[in-house]
């Protein structure tokens, strides 16, 4: 089921490294590793902390950098009584694109539940940004043949009462959550297999249109050394990286993967 039409996107999430002067430097130098070329051949969303966010902004705007800005993270309120949380509107006025959603982090260290990340999810479309779902199951979960039952199920809660054209605008990041951080990749293949499932399942819960528009990422120890056989794959149309992200030689590497060979 792949189309054309879906450009590649290459996600860094920093998580809750570099303050805002190292933030500027590394979008810096990511600007001085990538060409014109690069560029027009993928799209790059960079995901640092809240308080780096003005600061990356304001760089990529001045520099006119092709950069997309993203978030990691925001509440589903617009507004409140909610002591430290960032809303989707704050991050809108910011001119954030993307914003994470359901991270495997959020979910199990800070309790976040399907159901919450359904309402983050409508309040990013309600303010003009993409959500990037992250959805994954644990090495438990895997051993014991329960990824379909909870990956598929992730997908459906989060989807649910979102129109065609609003699920054809989504990301969906599929990250093994045995895979994250832990320097273990799923194999290109198995994660082929199991982003091919969620397209199927975005079929069967949206429609066949939002199936071939919406994009799928793979997640989980992504290195310039394994980019390119991931992107190889028909239904992978990006990757999220975390720890690979926060150097920019290396980031630089990844999001320039097309231009090496398979191995
Ligand atoms: P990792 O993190 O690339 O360090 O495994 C990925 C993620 O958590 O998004």
Not at 93 to 98: D, G, M
Not at 148 to 165: F, I, N, P, T
Not at 188 to 203: F, K, L, P
Not at 219 to 233: D, L, P, R
Request: hydrophobic share 40%.
């Amino acid at each position: 089921m792949s189309s054309d039409v879906r450009r590649p996107l290459i996600s860094g999430n920093w998580k809750m490294n570099h303050n805002h002067f190292e933030a500027i430097q590394c979008v810096q130098k990511l600007a001085y590793i990538l060409s014109k070329e690069d560029l027009a051949a993928v799209d790059v969303s960079i995901h640092p902390p809240f308080t780096d966010l003005r600061s990356v902004q304001t760089l990529i705007d001045a520099d006119e950098l092709k950069f997309i800005l993203g978030a990691q993270h925001c509440h589903e309120a617009d507004s409140g009584a909610f002591t430290g949380e960032v809303s989707a509107a704050f991050l809108a006025k910011l001119n954030v694109s993307y914003v994470i959603v359901g991270h495997s982090e959020r979910r199990e260290l800070f309790g976040e539940t399907d159901e919450v990340v359904h309402n983050k999810i409508v309040a990013i479309q309600k303010h003009k940004m993409t959500p990037i779902l992250c959805v994954g199951e644990t090495l438990a979960e895997r051993e014991a043949g329960r990824t379909h039952e909870k990956v598929l199920g992730q997908v459906r809660s989060a989807l649910e009462k979102r129109s065609v054209e609003q699920v054809k605008s989504m990301v969906i990041a599929y990250e093994p959550i045995w895979a994250i951080g832990t320097g273990k990749t799923a194999t290109a293949g198995d994660a082929q297999v199991m982003i091919e499932a969620i397209r199927q399942e975005v079929a069967k819960v949206s429609s066949g249109s939002a199936a071939a528009a919406i994009r799928l990422q793979y997640g989980g120890s992504v290195k310039a050394s394994n980019i390119a056989e991931i992107m190889s794959q028909p239904d992978i149309d990006g990757v999220l990286v975390g720890g690979a992200s926060l150097d920019p030689a290396e980031f630089g590497r990844i999001c320039q993967y097309r231009l090496r060979p398979l191995n």
